[in-house]
């Protein structure tokens, strides 16, 4: 396809050294008449786990209450094409082509990132396509992100800040939240989820001294199940809402981070809209069950098969946590297919799970040149107290931990580049 032609000619204009500034994005910004000031109201969220399931709660009540939207996020799964979403679709190939083509002739051959040009890209599609509501994910951090460029968002998210990215962010979660908290800004609410008390004394200190208004999970608002349903309190009252019909405990988090930004932004969103939003969203590889896959054939019968994206350890810690209340519902052993990048850290990704007892395949990443070594990553799971062996592959893998012909809970997890290339063989509706 023309994108794909014009998306690898993007990445040649990468910089030698990648240094974290919005130098390149603000010239280019300017040779393009700046789209990004023509996209009305935005929600702009940071943080490192739960951003996009915060957006995509966001994106479905929006659409319950009949509003229109645009979202930017990163990375994507299968094709570039599901970065761009316009009404919860991922833009067209005419589209994007156009945009990027734009973007590629008023940039010529001056250095900028890969995720710089196709981030203006997308500002570029939003202004050709305007929307009720602008939703945009930081790829990396905040305070220098890309998307990191308006002046006076409707609302900033802030979700659980963790460690991530430690070479470009920081090694400590002072560091890290304060990247995460260069979103922020004067007079515009910002909602914050979970945090840490390290990372909620960093966004707390940047707040106050731009004078932000903070809505924290906890202070100003709180979201929690009880009898089954999802409830939610903040000074304006209490909603009494159904479940997320995504899966995880985690969820009632993301859930209430959602409600509150729609609260903070104004849009007048109202409460059966949002029931119906939090029961209708979807969102892939975030402890996603699949029911229609070609691995369930290897598969024996009353088995399950869940995939997930997560990739740091306090995903690997909501992964387990959900891994432990799944089996308490329905009691089956545990088998994992893992692969991860080399700049993530296994060992903290794996400890959540020894009580689980799993047994685990390493695997390469076939779409990765990052990827960990299965031997190597075989070695770390093992270090971490699980019962782990290397496998070439994903089939590979889930033969050999088929045993007996009993069902099983098979958990494919560590990467969404892992999750993207399961995805690849998902049957199209």
Known sequence: MQSDR???????????????????????????????????????????????????????????????????ISPHLVRFHERIRQNGQSISEDELTACLDACAQANGDTPITYFEITTIAAFESFRRQPADLTLLETGLGGRLDATNVLDRPRVTVITPVALDHQQFLGDTLTEIAGEKAGILKPGVPAVVGPQSMEALMVIEARAEKIGAPLYREGVEWQSWEE???????????????????LFGAHQIDNAGMAIAAIRASGLGIDEQAMARGITQTNWPARLMPLTNHPLLAQLPDGSELWLDGGHNPAAGAIVADAMTSRQAANPLPLKMVTGMLTTKEPAGYFKPFAPLNPTVRAVPIASEMASFDQADLSDRAIAAGLDAAPANNIAAAVASLVVNDQPVRLLICGSLYLAGDVLKDLPKP
């Open 227 to 245: 009898r089954g349903r999802l409830v939610f309190q903040d000074q304006d009252g209490l909603l009494d809402l159904p479940l997320p019909n």
């Open 6 to 72: 014009l998306l690898e000619r993007m990445q040649q204009l990468h910089p030698k050294v990648i240094d974290l500034t919005l130098d390149r994005v603000w010239r280019l910004l300017d040779a393009m008449d700046h789209p990004e000031q023509t996209l009305g109201p935005v929600i702009h969220i940071a943080g490192t786990n739960g951003k996009g399931s915060t957006l995509a709660m966001i994106e479905a009540m929006a659409h319950a209450a009949g509003l229109s939207t645009n979202a930017y």
